[in-house]
């Protein structure tokens, strides 16, 4: 595979939207409405990395409903994966330099930016309460993100850093894609501890670790590959954590080099975005998808590639229901977005 591909597989959101804007598996929708004002407030904003005029990937701060928007980075490869720190001053996210995927930080409108970290495969960073610490994966190259993945947590400030589990029984099994609780008393991450990835809660440190999330299924036998569970993300009130549940991309067409139309919608049919209680209950199918995230105000959002836009549709749930929210141009590819605080 050769190192633009290999680059697709890491950075593109680990989802599908890069790769399957054009294969179908398109659900029936309702018509999406348009952002819902509520009175006396502003519009909030956010941090969405997509496509600039050249392809490549660049951050842009923009109001909710895609207004106003202004680019931060002048990357020559491309910056996405974007986390705002909890107190708004700074901004951390993966840029790819070469060979490989480092970390950086800057000032939340993208001045100072500075390396992190530059060693190896480094994706989806995630703050600490502190805005002083952060987590993210480092994966090994040559293969799925998560399937070799450990968890580290550095102080952007000294610049020091360590894996963030320790216990060696831990590090027996893959950790990855970890999302810290906003009160960092606990993280989710994904781990094939199980046996196929799930999505895990344990304490900051990694212990009294416990699967939270039951699939409907372990196994699709019609496609004959495994149901995966990723990308988790709590809620604003830690009460709640959304993830990713579907048959990994890594089984689709464009990754086995064996065409199968028929199969890839079968699969691309399985992503969904699902919420569980922090306490494993009250698990519900929020829809079709990939990439959830949280509204300051606690509502989920999920993405999935829509034809008439040429792109990836982010929506959003509201007290009367789905809107879209239009924050990726018509036309463009994304590699995710962050909520401003």
């Not at 895990?200 to 496609?223: C, F, T």
């Not at 990723?230 to 990754?255: R, T």
Request: negative net charge.
């Amino acid at each position: 595979m050769d190192t633009k591909r290999c680059a697709v597989l890491l950075i593109s959101s680990l989802v599908f939207l890069a790769l399957t804007g054009n294969t179908g598996a398109e659900e029936p929708e309702e018509e999406p409405g348009e952002i819902e004002l509520i009175p006396n407030r502003p519009l909030r904003e956010v941090i969405v990395s997509h496509t600039d005029g050249n392809g490549v990937l660049q951050l842009y701060c923009m109001k909710e409903d895609g207004s106003g928007s202004r680019q931060l980075t002048y990357s020559d490869h491309g910056c996405r994966m974007p986390a705002c720190s909890p107190d708004g001053e700074r901004l951390a996210y993966v840029q790819q330099v070469g060979h490989g995927l480092s970390l950086w930080v800057s000032n939340i409108n993208g001045k100072n930016s500075r390396v992190l970290t530059d060693d190896g495969r480094n994706l989806l960073p995630c703050w600490l309460p502190d805005s002083k610490h952060i987590v993210w994966m480092k994966t090994q190259p040559g293969h799925e993100p998560s399937s070799k993945s450990q968890i580290h947590l550095m102080n952007v400030e000294t610049g020091e850093s360590r894996r963030l589990f320790t216990d060696p029984e831990q590090l027996k099994f893959s950790n990855s894609m970890p999302a810290v609780s906003p009160k960092g008393d606990r993280i989710a991450f994904v781990s094939n501890r199980s046996g196929a990835m799930r999505i895990w809660v344990s304490n900051l440190d990694g212990s009294n670790a416990r699967q939270i999330s039951k699939p409907e299924m372990d196994y699709h036998h019609a496609i004959e590959a495994p149901i995966e569970q990723k990308v988790p993300a709590w809620s604003p009130d830690s009460k709640w954590i959304a993830h990713w549940e579907g048959v990994e991309m890594i089984h689709l067409s464009a990754f086995t080099g064996v065409r199968d139309p028929e199969r890839d919608q079968m699969i691309l049919a399985t992503f969904h975005v699902w919420v569980v209680g922090s306490d494993g209950k009250n698990r519900r199918k929020v829809g079709r998808g990939d990439d959830p995230n949280w509204s300051p105000d606690g509502f989920v959002t999920r993405a999935f590639p829509d034809r008439e836009r040429g792109g990836p549709k982010v929506m959003i749930e509201t007290p009367s229901g789905e809107k879209e929210l239009p924050i990726v141009p018509r036309q463009e590819n994304w590699g995710r977005f962050t909520w401003k605080p």
